[in-house]
């Protein structure tokens, strides 16, 4: 509901239902605002008009209303600083989790793109080197990491833009930028953290959903033909045609020759859903390119993070 009323995005994470709240206070406040100081102008242009009050009076207001609404609009406001954003902004930056199931990624911004640096099955970030850095081999070598001489950087894996988590699992994410400052945005985790050159700023959260649950949630139902671009969408379910056999498999996306097959076999309407229904955004402008430093956050079952670190692993050794 808070969602829809505020048009924010879904929630994924345990701490983003506190978020929302003080947001929807915040909101409750200013409108609260809004209408009584619009009332009041409204209530002096018309109480003090010239027809009413042809002689000016020098007095001013004689009573002390004004000033107890401004303390009760004062005490509304430390309220929600001190008995609500204070506490919430302590607990964030420092309970960091301590649990031994806590994922530990890295994630190095430059201009125009997300760097994501996985430890590995041992657990131990490997090495990083300045001078090993070079960024026309991409990979590795864009962060510098040491898998020569450093036995924990040889099972390391490094994606650009791809952020993959376990759901239910407290994810621990270290922050830092190679040149410019950078904002790390995870709008359906309510997180943000600014990047800052020459700095490590670590933030946590606990994604409670995994991406197949958030694609549910955003899915939508289209009819066929339409003019609507859906290339950043995959289908929901499998659609077949008249013989059986299927024309669009649940996950991929819909492609126009497919989209005509569908409508010559009687499907005219499908539920489709946003391929990365969580994305990484980049909330500081960090240069001309700053519209394309945009990455996709996946959030999978156990089984499925299991699996997609094995395959990284698998690339590895190949």
């Not at 024309?247 to 409508?263: E, N």
């Not at 499907?267 to 946003?274: A, F, K």
């Amino acid at each position: 509901m808070l969602q829809k009323i505020l048009g924010l995005p879904i929630n994924a994470s345990a701490h983003g239902a506190e978020n929302d709240r003080l947001i929807l206070y915040v909101h409750i406040l200013m409108v609260v605002l809004f209408v009584g100081w619009i009332a009041f102008f409204l209530y002096t242009i018309f109480r003090f008009r010239k027809g009413k009050h042809p002689k000016a009076d020098y007095m001013g207001v004689r009573t002390h209303a004004s000033s107890y609404l401004e303390a009760t609009v004062a005490v509304v406001e430390v309220a929600l600083l001190v008995g609500l954003s204070i506490p919430f902004w302590s607990w964030k930056v420092s309970a960091f989790p301590t649990e031994p199931n806590t994922v530990r990624v890295r994630v190095i911004a430059q201009q125009f793109a997300w760097n994501i640096h996985y430890p590995g099955p041992d657990g131990a970030f490997g090495r990083t080197d300045i001078k090993l850095v070079n960024e026309s081999a991409g990979g590795d070598g864009v962060i510098g990491l040491d898998r020569k001489s450093d036995p924990h950087a040889k099972d390391d894996i490094v994606t650009v833009n791809q952020l993959h988590l376990p759901v239910n699992r407290p994810a621990v994410i270290e922050i830092t930028t190679k040149d410019v400052i950078h904002s790390f945005s995870l709008p359906v985790m309510r997180v943000k953290q600014d990047a800052v050159p020459g700095m490590v700023i670590p933030i946590h959260f606990v994604p409670t959903k995994t991406s197949d649950q958030m694609r549910e949630e955003l899915a939508t139902t289209i009819t066929l033909p339409t003019t609507k671009s859906v290339d950043s969408y995959v289908a929901m379910e499998d659609y077949q045609a008249k013989d059986g056999s299927v024309l669009v498999k649940k996950g991929r996306s819909v492609s126009g020759d497919a989209a005509t097959k569908l409508v010559e076999n009687g499907v005219t309407s499908i539920r489709i859903g946003p391929r990365y229904p969580a994305e990484i955004a980049c909330a500081q402008l960090c240069g001309l390119g700053h519209y394309r430093m945009r990455g996709y956050l996946v959030i999978d079952s156990e089984k499925d993070h299991e699996a997609w670190v094995k395959d990284q692993e698998d690339s590895l050794t190949e």
